[in-house]
């Protein structure tokens, strides 16, 4: 789970919510990491806030980006726009799932302009030893203007025996699946089907959360994957 922070505070934490270094100036810390962020992966060209468009309207997904970006970033402005993922309402395949996130972020960046395009896209697929034969994953893709397409996923969980069929043999969204089983129609969209499932301990906007910062790994350290000697 990723730690919350205070914005003020900043930035890029190390920290883990436990492990708070205390030693690091917060505002200088947040400084050096968001204008080294900055500078390779252009804010705006101009200054002013890193623009972040997500491709859905999702809140678990919109909050999810806004809370890892401001960490790293500082200030952003994330909005959330309707695509198009390109993909079926209830993805089944890794392959499937990452089409979609990426068609998701590439369109997000497209329609707006944005600094950054970010799609989450949420999915089954086949997991050898799995009671039902699947896991759920979310993965997030990340596209900026030079066209570089940055991926990572969240933690893997198991739906229930009865979601997973209804889902194989009806053709039925597990977030669909899930809301009925619990009469919320509107649960994909709030705490989640993990929220119920993990009794409340981890909400959809926290896996969320994970997936995309996975995906800035590679623009975390922009020495080790684009500047090779
Ligand atoms: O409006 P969009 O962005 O489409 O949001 P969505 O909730 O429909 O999300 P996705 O299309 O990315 O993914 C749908 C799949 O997400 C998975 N899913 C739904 N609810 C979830 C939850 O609470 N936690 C994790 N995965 C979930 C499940 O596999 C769904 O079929
Ligand atoms: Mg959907």
Redesign the pocket.
Known sequence: MIAKTNPEQGALSLETGEAKDKTLPPHGYRAKVGDFIYKVFGGSEMGGIMRIAV????P??VKAVENVMRRIYGDVEVVGVEVD?GVS???IGIEEIAR?AIN?AKQALEKTGADLGVG?????YPFPGTLTGYL?V?VCAIVSPDGVITIGHGPG?E?PPVVIER?LKEGV????A?GELVNDPE???K??????LSKGLLT?TE?NEIAVLMAMIPRLNRELFFERK
């Open positions: 491709g859905s309207t999702n678990t997904k993922s309402d209830q993805p979609g998701r989450i896209e949420a999915g089954i759920d979310q969980f739906y889902i969204e597990a977030g669909i899930m649960l994909k969209r705490v989640g089907a993990i929220g119920v959809r896996l």
